[in-house]
């Protein structure tokens, strides 16, 4: 397409495959082709570890799935570092998992003690009360690793009685209002929720046309 | 099954939005996939307090029994690589759910057309040959222009001639797919760019309705077509005041 300076450029389609994607992908693959595609998605697999009481670390598809009544995940810096001022301390909760993944923005940091500024992805079990359990997830996950963190993390607990908490932020120039996000008073609040999700939120839903994406969309 | 494609300008999915919009349709289920980008919202047809406030993601299903109609809608682009596998699972749906025709809505650069589609309608059809027994003579009646295959060698050799779709996201491979399933498969298409795409987004509307017969056509046919709640603040926010 030409754009106003009389410069043809390919424009960025929102069809989401471009063409010389789709001419690739007609080729035949070759077994080298097919090796290096092999080796990057290994690259890219997750890994969930959890510890067990004993100190051990085990792969999670050994275990039996755990008994979880509340998860609460913290998705992003924000959310991670609301959680580790307010919430977690080393009284009260103990470290019990850990996701390693690689990706072009980011690699999980292979200690559990971590600092604000790592990108880490990290469970805690409450003490007290074994099946509460909470992810800090300041490591960004891309988008053909989301579906499987979902799956491998949940895939883990048992999902009866499981009541799910997704904390995460935004940036307020995203947000579709009819006034100006200039004039909004922010940060602010917004909630979405399931049917089947029956107390009281604390805060307003989301508004049509706004919507969540990436993990906490996941 | 009526769905789009996610193509230039999104236009098959806005037009399947006016659809599920306008007749009303009920949510019957979804794909969960890891084929499309997660996103999730509130309900993109409310029309009131009480309906706004169930939950929506990428790609979901509606029915309309009335009209034995059932339409997939998809509302993020596919991850890089899964385009195959989601069409693969897609079709391999409409077999065992024994779904007689799947139309398609979808769209293709207008600056690819060459210096005859460049005059007349932009909009143009596609039928598998299972679907072209069926009803290339109702295209016929409607003075349908189906769609231009191109040199495959350009400027080479003329002769051969192939499908060629650009901008048309999974289009093509559906099609093909469908042809060589005997799958009976109608796609249409309206070339057009990215940019205010609601008008473009009617026209495609109103052409699957000139074969469907969804609604009634009238005379001014684009007031029939209910907006969605969701449509509000396409190209961003209010301005902000101090800017005067």
Redesign the interface.
Request: charged content about 20%; proline content about 7%; cysteine-free.
């Given at each position: 397409?030409a754009t106003f300076f009389g410069e043809v450029v390919v424009?960025p389609?929102?069809?989401?495959?471009d063409?010389e994607?789709?001419a690739e992908?007609a080729r035949e693959e070759t077994p080298e082709d097919r090796e290096i595609r092999r080796e990057l998605e290994k690259k890219r697999e997750i890994d969930v570890l959890w510890t067990l009481k004993s100190g051990a670390s085990t792969e999670s598809s050994a275990d039996e799935p755990f008994v979880c009544s509340r998860f609460i995940v913290a998705i992003g810096h924000n959310a991670a570092a609301f959680l580790s001022s307010f919430i977690l301390d080393s009284v009260s909760w103990e470290v019990v998992g850990v996701v390693k993944l690689w990706n072009e923005w980011c690699r999980t940091s292979n200690t559990t003690n971590v600092l604000p500024t790592d990108s880490f992805c990290l469970f805690y079990r409450l003490i007290s009360d074994p099946t509460v359990l909470l992810c800090q997830c300041s490591c960004y996950v891309a988008?053909?690793q989301?579906?499987?963190w979902l799956e491998k993390v949940f895939g883990c607990m048992r999902k009866e009685g499981l009541q799910v908490t997704i904390l995460s932020t935004c940036p307020v120039a995203d947000?579709?209002?009819?006034?100006?996000?200039?004039?909004l008073p922010s940060p602010f609040l917004k909630a979405?929720?399931?049917?089947e999700f029956k107390e009281q939120v604390c805060c307003p839903?989301?508004?049509?046309?706004?919507?969540?994406?990436?993990?906490p969309?996941? | 099954l009526l769905q789009p494609?996610?193509?230039?300008?999104?236009v098959g999915q806005l037009a399947t939005d006016l659809v599920i919009s306008t007749l009303n349709m009920t949510k019957v289920g979804y794909f969960y996939t890891?084929c499309l980008?997660?996103?999730?919202?509130?309900?993109?047809y409310?029309t009131a307090e009480e309906n706004?406030?169930?939950?929506s993601?990428?790609a979901e299903v509606y029915s309309l029994p009335s009209k034995r109609l059932v339409v997939l809608q998809i509302r993020?682009?596919?991850?890089?690589?899964?385009?195959?596998p989601f069409c693969q699972t897609l079709l391999s749906w409409v077999k065992s759910s024994k779904c007689a025709r799947v139309v398609l809505l979808s769209s293709s650069?207008a600056?690819q057309r060459d210096d005859e589609q460049l005059l007349g309608t932009p909009l143009r059809y596609l039928l598998t040959p299972d679907l072209q027994k069926a009803v290339g003579g109702l295209m016929q009646e409607l003075n349908w222009k189906e769609m231009e295959k191109v040199a495959a060698y350009p400027g080479i050799n003329d002769t051969e001639k192939v499908l060629h779709i650009?901008?048309?996201?999974?289009t093509?491979?559906l099609f093909t797919e469908s042809c060589s399933k005997g799958i009976q498969m109608a796609v249409l298409l309206k070339f057009c760019?990215?940019g205010d795409n609601i008008p473009d987004a009617f026209a495609l509307v109103n052409y699957l309705n000139e074969w469907l017969q969804l609604i009634r056509s009238e005379v001014n046919t684009s007031s029939q077509w209910k907006i969605p709640?969701?449509?509000?603040?396409?190209f961003?926010?209010?301005?902000?005041?101090?800017l005067f």
């Open positions: 397409m424009a389609s929102r069809a989401g495959v063409d994607e789709s992908e988008e053909d989301q579906f499987q947000y579709k209002t009819q006034e100006s996000t200039l004039t979405l929720k399931t049917k839903l989301l508004e049509q046309p706004n919507i969540v994406r990436d993990l969309a996941a | 494609a996610v193509s230039v300008g999104n890891d980008v997660p996103m999730v919202g509130n309900n993109p409310a706004s406030m169930e939950l993601i990428n993020s682009p596919f991850i890089k690589n899964k385009y195959r650069h600056y650009p901008g048309g996201g999974i093509k491979l760019s990215e709640s969701s449509w509000r603040l396409l961003g926010n209010g301005l902000p005041p101090a």
